[in-house]
Nanobody, 128 residues
Framework: QVQLVESGGGLVQAGGSLRLSCAAS????????MGWFRQVPGKEREFVAV????????YYTDSVKGRFTISRDNAKNTVYLQMNSLKPEDTAVYYC?????????????????????WGQGTQVTVSS
């Protein structure tokens, strides 16, 4: 079992920044990929970003490229999502996820059903 706990969400004005954190416990962290998804009411969970086991490979959905950065600290069992230049359309509940593999290809990483463990989510609200 893996426990994932997100933090760092909140209310921010458009153009502002937030950094989300996700602390993992219960299973080896450093060998597996981590990701971020988001979801708004009435819509499917949407892929945001993935980082492979070492941090050497990342992949983002087009709408956040150049604005969001995913990173990880394997010594702290934590993955981060730095979100800059936030837009009202970024408003959602953000979830971190754990993948029981080292480097999922983008075609797999973008599928919520491919991920093995999820956090409880943290709300991000961007006001215009």
């Amino acid at each position: 079992q893996v426990q994932l706990v997100e933090s760092g969400g909140g209310l921010v004005q458009a153009g502002g920044s937030l950094r989300l954190s996700c602390a993992a416990s219960g299973r080896t962290f450093s060998s597996y990929a981590m990701g971020w998804f988001r979801q708004v009411p009435g819509k499917e969970r949407e892929f945001v970003a993935v980082i492979n086991w070492s941090g050497g490979n990342t992949y983002y959905t087009d709408s956040v490229k150049g604005r969001f950065t995913i990173s990880r600290d394997n010594a702290k069992n934590t993955v981060y999502l730095q979100m800059n230049s936030l837009k009202p359309e970024d408003t959602a509940v953000y979830y971190c996820a754990y993948y029981k593999g080292a480097t999922p290809p983008p075609t797999i990483a973008t599928m919520p059903t491919a991920w093995d463990y999820w956090g409880q989510g943290t709300q991000v609200t961007v006001s215009s």
